[in-house]
């Protein structure tokens, strides 16, 4: 999957990057996108859902669709129940 692809208010986790234009790959990365990184798509324009408004590592950065294309990701699993998340944590602190 990839950014552009991401419906709104999922989060996702960034795997790598899908593009054979170099430029691009470093551009994004200088904006602050890697691999591993947690990213959650914001807001989508209303003309062909350009530009893309995401929450990456608690920065909202907007960029173009085109751009968004090249930035792969796997999904991120919510968990139905958030006091599930607080034992969890607990769990590894003692």
């Known amino acids: 999957m990839t950014l552009d692809q991401l419906k709104r208010k999922t989060p996702a986790k960034i795997t790598g990057f899908s593009c054979d234009n170099k430029a691009l790959e470093t551009r994004l990365r200088e904006i602050g996108f890697a691999e591993g990184d947690n990213i959650e798509a914001l807001h989508f324009g209303l003309f062909n859902r350009n530009p893309i408004s995401v929450r990456l590592n608690g920065a909202i950065i907007a960029l173009r ?8 990701l796997e999904l991120i699993e919510r968990s139905a129940n958030p006091i599930d998340i607080n034992m969890a944590r607990d769990s590894r602190v003692a």
């Open 65 to 72: 669709r085109a751009d968004a294309s090249a930035i792969t």
